[in-house]
């Protein structure tokens, strides 16, 4: 089991560059989770999805954030145009169904 | 809607002292509840859930929690602390209907330091 495996793990890029992470969730798992760390908020989901579907984008925080979900073992999350407020951890996790959630190692993106 | 709330963002203790990290929740369905240790630079870590089978859990590297319905808490113990146990703590509530999907919703974390 290779865990949740996202990439990159460090992305540092300027203010109005387009930035994609990446997530590739444990096989057989068919909810993916995008979250958001920052020290003022803590954690917050961003959307998750069921079978490759969204579900819930609500915490999407507005329409310069976008996922998809193209098949079972791929996701990403982009950010266009990046801004510096947009500077945190980001973590994919998935989970068979119903929780608990297995997280990966996340991407910490600077946006400067 | 369902709510955590961590009592203390940061809680020190000695080498050997008893842990005790308190989390109460807010669920208007019967929640599962959970405990995830993050480490430095890594992602969240599954300490132990409640799924509403025993109202105690036990976890990994000691750790246990109690389910108190009536006190709406699932505060996390372990009777004696190791310098390794120093991390940051999260509690979280769940959807118990599995409507959700696993949705979670998160506390704001509690770090632990343990002075040797």
């Known amino acids: 089991d290779a865990g949740v495996i996202q990439s990159p793990r460090h992305e540092v890029t300027e203010m109005g560059q387009e930035v994609t992470l990446r997530c590739k969730p444990i096989s057989g798992h068919n909810s993916l989770f995008w979250y958001r760390q920052t020290m003022m908020r803590g954690l917050e989901l961003l959307i998750y999805f069921n079978n490759n579907v969204p579900i819930d984008d609500s915490g999407m925080p507005e329409d310069r954030f976008s996922a998809k979900m193209p098949n079972a073992s791929f996701s990403t999350l982009k950010i266009q145009p990046s801004e510096p407020r947009d500077s945190a951890v980001y973590f994919c996790?998935?989970?068979?169904?119903?929780?608990?959630?297995?997280f990966g190692n996340g991407t910490r993106l600077t946006v400067t | 809607a369902q709510s955590v709330t961590q009592l203390g963002s940061h809680v020190s203790v000695s080498e050997g002292a008893l842990v005790l990290l308190r989390c109460n929740y807010s669920?208007?369905?019967?929640?599962?509840l959970f405990w995830y240790v993050q480490y430095p630079n890594q992602g969240l870590q599954l300490l132990l859930k409640?799924?509403?089978?025993?109202?105690l859990v036990k976890g990994i590297n000691g750790f246990e929690a109690e389910f108190k319905k009536s006190e709406t808490s699932f505060h996390l113990t372990k009777p004696s602390a190791h310098m390794s146990d120093a991390a940051e703590y999260f509690c979280?509530?769940?959807?118990?209907?599995?409507?959700?999907?696993?949705?979670?919703?998160f506390g704001q974390g509690t770090i632990l330091t343990v002075h040797p």
């Open positions: 996790a998935s989970s068979p169904g119903i929780s608990p959630l297995h």
């Open positions: 669920s208007s369905v019967p929640p599962y």
């Open positions: 979280a509530v769940s959807d118990a209907g599995g409507t959700s999907y696993g949705k979670l919703t």
């Open positions: 409640y799924t509403s089978a025993a109202t």
